[in-house]
């Protein structure tokens, strides 16, 4: 296999996982995640890499892995990663010896299969937001709110049904539709909005240093709701363990979240269901920092 061959294999494989994180363009990607800034590189450079024109240096390579949301140790990471290294020897032979053997076990259980469907199916949903939209989707509460609301809910919802829900006045509704609307959010038209995100999971911004005010906003925003709404379940349990496997328990814990979008239901009957938030959440007790 030569360079070019593998240089644009490593291309395709980040293209995929770019797609799979929601990013519809590398554009897309590169300005939702802040761009140079974030990334350490020119949009043309990145595009290169996509393409397979070029090899990003390794710290940049980190970079745009920390941007997609790539846990250190994943699948993900792995198949990157030797792809990367495969392309920058140029031949692929060392690079088996590090190659897990495939199992002679038994097959996947029935259970694994649908839970393997399922993770496909949900990841192919994902979709992310600008910056622009991000920064105007955090604005404020009202705006947040109506905005989760509208992403969760089929079909048209009126000013007074939202204040209603939220219990906001319906003038702040009001403003709050018109600036989703502004920014390509949501639709709005007499009085009454809905979100085109309907059949799409949202996915967190990345972290990088042009988001970080968003993700402060975020934070801010859902502390101050979760203060005075109502929790459904409550499980909390200590333990000790190495950081890397708490890395390989970050991995099973964010799948076992995403697995909510198999139960939900933007169409159900708005008198027999509510909007719930699942806080999946771990800290470090001791020692203390």
């Given amino acids: 296999m030569s360079m070019t061959t593998n240089t644009k294999a490593f291309g395709g494989i980040l293209s995929n996982i770019r797609k799979e994180r929601g990013f519809a363009s590398a554009h897309q990607f590169f300005k939702s995640v802040g761009g140079s800034k974030s990334l350490g590189l020119s949009f043309m450079s ?52 590090l190659s897990v053997p495939a199992s002679t076990g038994t097959a996947l259980s029935s259970r694994d299969l649908e839970e393997t469907a399922t993770h496909k199916a949900i990841s192919l949903r994902n979709v992310n937001l600008t910056l622009k939209q991000w920064k105007l989707r955090t604005g404020d509460m009202v705006t947040h709110i109506c905005q989760n609301f509208l992403a969760n809910t089929a079909g048209w919802v009126t000013v007074r049904e939202l204040s209603d829900a939220t219990r906001f006045k319906p003038e702040a509704v009001r403003k ?45 925003n859902w502390d101050a709701w979760l203060a005075d709404s109502k929790r459904v379940v409550l499980k909390r349990l200590t333990f000790r363990m190495t950081k890397a496997n708490l890395d390989l328990y970050r991995q099973h814990l964010e799948k076992a979240v995403n697995l909510v979008a198999a139960y939900e ?8 269901s509510a909007i719930y938030l699942v806080d999946a959440g771990i800290f470090q007790i001791l020692p203390k920092n």
């Fill in 46 to 97: 990145y595009w290169n890499a996509e393409h397979g024109r070029k090899l990003p240096k390794s710290y940049h390579l980190k970079m745009i892995m920390a941007a997609l949301g790539i846990e250190q140790r994943s699948p993900k990471a792995q198949e990157l990663t030797r792809a990367y290294f495969s392309a920058l020897s140029g031949f692929d032979e060392l690079l088996q010896n």
């Fill in 176 to 220: 709050a539709l018109k600036a989703l609307a502004s920014g390509g959010l949501i639709d709005f038209s007499n009085d009454k909005a809905r979100g085109p995100l309907t059949a799409k999971m949202i996915q967190s911004p990345p972290t990088t240093p042009a988001t970080a005010a968003i993700q402060a906003a975020l934070r801010d």
């Fill in 265 to 272: 239901s933007a169409e159900a009957d708005r008198q027999d």
